[in-house]
T-cell receptor, first 111, second 111 residues
Framework: GESVGLHLPTLSVQEGDNSIINCAYS??????FIWYKQESGKGPQFIID?????DKRQGQRVTVLLNKTVKHLSLQIAATQPGDSAVYFC??????????FGQGTTLQVKP | DVKVTQSSRYLVKRTGEKVFLECVQD?????MFWYRQDPGLGLRLIYF???????EKGDIPEGYSVSREKKERFSLILESASTNQTSMYLC??????????FGQGTRLTVV
């Protein structure tokens, strides 16, 4: 069945360093991938997405990398700031629009 | 801006009660979702609806049902609430295979 997983439940980084959050997915038919950020007491918020015809996409301070060969997705955050502390989820979707989430990685930014 | 509104932020219900969680979106999205979020388990899909009166089971539909009589509204129903349904419930909506927008969540406690 479908599953989306993140490699580490918690990631701790120093302020100013780069963060890399990883995710593995199992459904080869998935063609759309999204990263969400969830702050305490709020619903998940969209960060960046990527379609399966791409292997890299950049936003403001964030980059998503997609490796379809090994079914791996990563989120890179440059110059991590205290405001980046949150839980990060990857999600996958196929052409039905059904969206499946991974378990989440908690990013802790140390001052 | 897309707005997804869940009717309650906090609910306390008794075991055996029938519980309705309501969700409304204002962007004419075809897709709507109900997830529950528990510590260490991420977001798990309960039900997905891709059109009015159309629904598809997610990963954990047992003990739940849904209703989508109008495009903007997606209701989650707990037929007979149990303590293991104590959780954070998140509603989301999306257009086709694009990012989903989330509500603020409903924290349900069943006593």
């Amino acid at each position: 069945g479908e599953s989306v997983g993140l490699h580490l439940p918690t990631l701790s980084v120093q302020e100013g360093d780069n963060s890399i959050i990883n995710c593995a997915y199992s459904n080869s038919a998935s063609d759309y991938f999204i990263w969400y950020k969830q702050e305490s007491g709020k619903g998940p918020q969209f960060i960046i997405d990527i379609r399966s015809n791409m292997d890299k996409r950049q936003g403001q301070r964030v980059t998503v990398l997609l490796n379809k060969t090994v079914k791996h997705l990563s989120l890179q955050i440059a110059a991590t700031q205290p405001g980046d502390s949150a839980v990060y989820f990857c999600a996958e979707s196929s052409n039905t629009g059904k969206l499946i989430f991974g378990q989440g990685t908690t990013l802790q930014v140390k001052p | 801006d897309v707005k997804v509104t869940q009717s309650s932020r906090y609910l306390v219900k008794r075991t055996g009660e029938k519980v309705f969680l309501e969700c409304v979106q204002d962007m004419d999205h075809e897709n709507m979702f109900w997830y529950r979020q528990d510590p260490g388990l991420g977001l798990r899909l309960i039900y997905f609806s891709y059109d009015v009166k159309m629904k598809e089971k997610g990963d954990i539909p047992e003990g739940y049902s849904v209703s989508r009589e109008k495009k903007e509204r997606f209701s989650l129903i707990l037929e007979s609430a149990s303590t293991n349904q104590t959780s954070m419930y998140l509603c989301a909506s999306s257009m086709d295979t694009t990012e989903a927008f989330f509500g603020q969540g409903t924290r349900l406690t069943v006593v």
